[in-house]
């Protein structure tokens, strides 16, 4: 049996065909000036759902309800270019636990951010507990790496890889899995702007990334399940600095053709 059903209140339906001109798997027919679904092995986008003006369809099997939209929830196209311009890596911490409430709401905007083919296939491991433990398998992974990279790189040679340098000291972090890279780094992306809106700060580590992917114990460690990888590593926490202004980047490099 499926997990999730569509299911139509026909007595509700007054056969707009909104649903059906909407849905991506042309799964819905007019049938007598009613809506009518064909199987339930569509990607259960919940389109139908949400553009019905009568409230007639509805997906069963999930622990929430759809939200109504009372009002226009729009962006100031400034405020946003500004947020994205000012905002900057953080790698100085605040001593101040990130309350659950907080982690609660961005761990939401991950799990409401949209997939390719709704696949849904993000997972979250927050780093608590265990987060010295293995930010230390990480360290010692990257400082018996570090001789040979820094033959390539004089910037890699300079570095001091200290004890804490794939978390800088952050009270949470999360590391991003999935499937499909995309799908990952959207979801970071949207959990970074909630995470600001919160007053924090945020660290993408790439580092972190790169020795959970190559390192077997850091991935077992993780309970990273099978088909998935490590897209990013959120390091998060109150910032412990303050920026002035923005900073310069090259012109952007587009085509139009
Ligand atoms: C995918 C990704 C991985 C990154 N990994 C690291 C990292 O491991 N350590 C670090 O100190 N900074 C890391 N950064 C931060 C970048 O160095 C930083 O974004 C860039 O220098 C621009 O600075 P800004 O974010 O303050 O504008 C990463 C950034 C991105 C987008
Ligand atoms: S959108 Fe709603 S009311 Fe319109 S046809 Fe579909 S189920 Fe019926
Ligand atoms: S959930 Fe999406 S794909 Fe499935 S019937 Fe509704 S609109 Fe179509």
Known sequence: MNKHEILIDKSKCIGCSLCANDCVAHNITMENKKANVIANDCIMCGHCVAICPKGAMSISGYETEPVEKEQS????????????RFRRTIRQFQKKPIPQGVLD???ETGKLTHTAKNMQDVSYI???????????????LFRKIKPIAGIFSSMVKRVNIGDHFMFFEAPTVIVIT???????????????????????????SGYFTMA?????????????MKGKKVITTL???????????????EEVDVTYL
Request: no cysteine; hydrophobic share 45%.
């Open 73 to 84: 929830t729009s962006l100031n196209p400034d405020d946003v270019l500004n947020v994205i």
């Open 105 to 107: 709401q961005i761990l």
């Open 126 to 140: 927050v780093l608590d507990k265990e987060k010295e433990q293995i930010e230390a398998y990480a360290v010692s």
């Open 178 to 204: 999935a499937k499909n890279t995309i799908n990952g780094a959207l979801a970071a992306q949207n959990m970074e702007f909630v995470a600001e809106a919160n007053g924090l700060g945020v660290l993408f």
């Open 212 to 224: 959970a992917n190559i390192s077997p114990k850091i991935k077992k460690k993780l309970g990273i």
């Open 235 to 249: 390091v998060l926490g109150y910032p412990k600095v303050k920026y002035q202004r923005s900073v310069q980047r």
